[in-house]
């Protein structure tokens, strides 16, 4: 199986699992109001009490690790329910005026979430292929599902799929969110797509890229830095950064680039970057983002227009790459790139940087 990433809720799960120790996920399976996590968020709670994850931002923490430790002793999955109608509310603090339900279960042998089905749905997002975990809610029965190539989807473990169930999985994973559904015959379905997780692509192991890997690592990021340049791209300068050595546009051919993926050029090096750049513009990354002050931006630009890149398509390079905080330094120039990304993530409208030197 992949190494873990650091604070995802799911992959901490089956390591704790792995390694003998009690371990449970809560996951919340319906929200309505302003609940502050949406449906699919999960939280990871260990033998020893620790948690990764967050279903509520805060609000019910307390009371759902009460549940994963009571479904760790007993193996006995528990359905919860918060919200401002019920006494419950006061107590876990749920007053911004939403409700939600979370579905607590234990792992492993003396729990409800089968270690097969949780390995095979850890290795499909790391291999960045579509999963979806359905549990059927009368009687916490487990498929996972994938997509063929022909966009059906198909099991891979825990038996077959419910052709009740077949037309609600095609719209969940068009859509791209979680839900409860009731299928045909009216069982009720928690549909929880596992999308992969988020990832930066660093093409340039310099100053700004040691900083910026680690940072976008908490934020939940799987980082790569990818430079051929051998005494740069080292394991004592990046400790725990995935590195590879490659022409950077020859990575990118072999990492699946999809639409959870960032990629930013820091190396200043036309060389690297604009084969990079051409290589990005060709896949459909959500963000592409490029170091330099704006008249490295528009040599660059000249550049791919010579090479057939018209602007239509350039337009989708961030350059000068960065939000307009006045940074000065590595370690704030690193922050910017990363609120810009998260920025393009949420489609939120911010200011751009007028250009780094």
Sequence with gaps: M??????????LAVAWAEAGQPAALATVIATWGSSPRPPGSMMAVSGGGRIEGSVSGGCVEASVLDAAMTAMHDGRPNLLSYGVTSEQAWTVGLACGGELDVLVEAIGPGGTLPMAILRAAVDLRHQRKPALLATRLSDMHHILITR???NEP????????????????????????????????????????LTAPYRLLIVGAVHIAQVLAPLATTMGFAVTVIDPRTQLATPERFPGIALVTEWPDEALETLAIDTHTAIVTLTHDAKLDDPTLRTALDSPAFYIGALGSRKTQASRLARLAADGIGPERTARIHGPVGLAIGAIGASEIALSILAEIVAVRRDAALGRHPGWT
């Design 154 to 193: 198909t099991s891979v473990a825990g038996g077959p799929i419910d052709p009740h169930l077949a037309p609600m999985l095609e719209q969940v994973f068009r859509d791209g969110r979680s839900r409860r559904v009731t299928s045909a015959d009216d069982e009720s379905w928690f549909l929880h797509l």
């Design 148 to 150: 063929t190539a022909r």
């Design 2 to 11: 992949s190494q873990p990433l650091l604070h995802d809720p799911l992959d």
